[in-house]
């Protein structure tokens, strides 16, 4: 029997994503991706369609951005931007074969009344930085060590005038942030800390007391990489164990198939940027 927590609220969110309807691996930018391997684009789309339905029936409001030919790494949206109370830092991508996706996201959220701000320094939007409205009176995590250049660490804390706590990766598994931490609420993490480096461990002990700490076994399954409401929290449903754990603390898990989308190097959150008004 799984008993919820009381005070774990769900908070309703405005989302972003992208059909995989391009969606192939023909390059290799991570570990994960292997272009001998094939992709089932039909596949893939049926299980992100999962995902969309998934977000939706838990009450929140999804919008999609029209996938690109020459793009396919479109699905993952959460690397097209970062923002905070209405305020967009855009991205600036690591690797040539994603910078199409910039021009994209940008006319996305000038089409709205945004404030966009134009990147200086390499970074993946929300693949390499996680916000805690409530930790600090709303606290920006950043990933470094892959992708996103540290010199945009110190850029977003001027462009969105919140704190930024700089986290070195450490292991190419796992090369975005989303992919060993996640915001399970308005101030609580989830996170791999074999990811970091040590004194990222230590400054996420010191920060989060009570995170929840997922196994290597659960990051390796994407598990990490979810989306949570403040309540339920979509992840992949390969991550058994810490579907398990969750429900001990009091959230209501809900395990979406992503398999084919682990083929380029992501899962739940790597498809779904949130947009924060
Ligand atoms: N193939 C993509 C890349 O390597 C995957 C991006 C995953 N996105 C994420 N938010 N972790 O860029």
Not at 26 to 47: C, G
Not at 163 to 190: G, K, M, Q, W
Not at 249 to 273: F, T
Request: aromatic share 10%; net charge negative.
């Amino acid at each position: 029997m799984t008993v919820t927590h009381p005070s774990r609220k769900r908070r309703i969110r405005t989302y972003l994503l992208c059909p995989p309807e391009r969606y192939v691996v023909e390059y290799a930018i991570n570990p994960w991706m292997d272009p001998s391997t094939p992709v089932d684009t039909e596949l893939a789309l049926k299980q992100w369609a999962g995902l969309r339905e998934t977000l939706v029936g838990l009450g929140h409001t999804v919008h999609l951005l029209a996938p690109e030919s020459g793009l396919p790494d479109m699905v993952f949206a959460a690397n097209g931007a970062f923002s905070v109370d209405g305020v967009v830092y855009g991205a600036r991508f690591r690797h040539p074969q994603r910078t199409g996706e910039e021009a994209v996201h940008r006319a996305f959220y000038e089409s709205g009344s945004w404030r966009f701000a134009a990147p200086s320094w390499t970074n993946e939007g929300e693949g390499d930085f996680v916000y805690l409205p409530r930790a600090a009176g709303g606290l920006i995590l950043a990933g470094y060590g892959y992708r996103t250049d540290p010199r945009a660490h110190l850029e977003v804390a001027e462009v969105l005038g919140r704190p930024v706590v700089s986290l070195r990766l450490v292991d190419p598994r796992f090369y975005h942030l989303d992919t060993a931490l996640a915001a399970l609420d308005d101030e609580n993490v989830v996170y791999y800390p074999g990811a970091f480096s040590a004194s990222a461990q230590q400054v996420l002990r010191q920060l989060f007391p009570d995170a929840v700490l997922a196994t290597e076994e659960d990051a390796l399954a994407f598990g990490v990489n979810l989306v949570s409401d403040g309540r339920h929290v979509v992840l992949n449903a390969a991550a058994t164990g810490l579907a398990a754990q969750l429900s001990r603390h009091g959230y209501l898990p809900v395990p979406v198939e992503l398999g084919e989308l682990r083929k380029g190097g992501g899962s739940v959150k790597c498809c779904v940027a949130e947009l924060r008004r």
